[in-house]
């Protein structure tokens, strides 16, 4: 089944304390995407990735990395995270042009930083 | 930069009605609009895919269009029934592929 996974789906953590989540895609897609989803700001891409070994900052980067070491993977990682990084987060991905791509989602990491 | 908004914020119909959302984006250059439904607490499910050079899409009761010169597209639901009451996104794509700008979205609600 062709499916973007993310991991872990829910996680509660301490200010400070490094933190990585993962994302997986099986479909053989170039174009990774990171998003946080916040009430009354809607969804807001974090990073995404053209390809391996390429990324590049959306609209809400600070405070996050991510890496493309291999095709599939695409984690998203917090090195010292903050109450205000609180949010449901969601991982994309898609095949790139010319192709038509349409954008796949995760299911979603609610994230908790105390 | 690219700016997304959807209207109604929040839409209660009484099942049956066909209803209209509408979303409309500030920058034409855009190379897709991408339609998706999302259940509370859960993820994006995508409904119907407009690339730049098309006018419309059709899956089932839902059609989507798009006016790229207006900055505008319409997502008619035909037929509404319970099962449909979620909150429905629209997002654009940029020209490069690069970046996708998404809407608030439409908190739609059909009573029984």
């Known amino acids: 089944e062709a499916q973007v996974t993310q991991n872990p789906r829910y996680l509660i953590t301490v200010t400070g304390k490094k933190l990585t989540v993962t994302c997986s895609q099986n479909?053989?897609?170039?174009?990774m995407s990171w998003y946080r989803q916040d009430p009354g700001l809607g969804l807001r891409q974090i990073y995404y990735?053209?390809?391996?070994?390429?990324?590049d900052k959306g609209d809400v980067p600070e405070g996050y990395k991510v890496s493309r070491k291999e095709k599939r993977n695409f984690p998203l990682i917090l090195e010292s995270p903050s109450p205000n990084q609180t949010s449901l987060y969601f991982c994309?991905?898609?095949?790139?042009?010319?192709?038509?791509?349409?954008?796949?989602f995760g299911p979603g990491t609610r994230l908790t930083v105390t | 930069k690219q700016e997304v908004t959807q209207i109604p914020a929040a839409l209660s119909v009484p099942e049956g009605e066909n209803l209209v959302l509408n979303c409309s984006f500030t920058?034409?250059?855009?190379?897709?609009l991408q339609w998706f439904r999302q259940d509370p607490g859960k993820g994006l499910t995508s409904l119907l895919l407009?690339?730049?050079?098309?006018r419309e899409q059709t899956s089932g009761r839902l059609n989507a269009s798009l006016d790229k010169s207006s900055g505008r597209s319409t997502l008619y639901i035909a037929a509404s029934q319970p099962g449909d009451s979620a909150t429905y996104l629209c997002?654009?794509?940029?020209?490069?592929?690069?970046?996708?700008?998404f809407g608030p979205g439409t908190r739609l609600s059909v009573l029984p």
């Open positions: 990735s053209m390809n391996v070994e390429v990324t």
């Open positions: 479909m053989n897609h170039e174009y």
């Open positions: 407009i690339q730049s050079s098309q």
């Open positions: 920058d034409s250059a855009i190379y897709n």
């Open positions: 994309a991905s898609s095949p790139t042009p010319p192709r038509s791509y349409e954008q796949y």
């Open positions: 997002a654009v794509r940029d020209n490069y592929g690069q970046n996708f700008v």
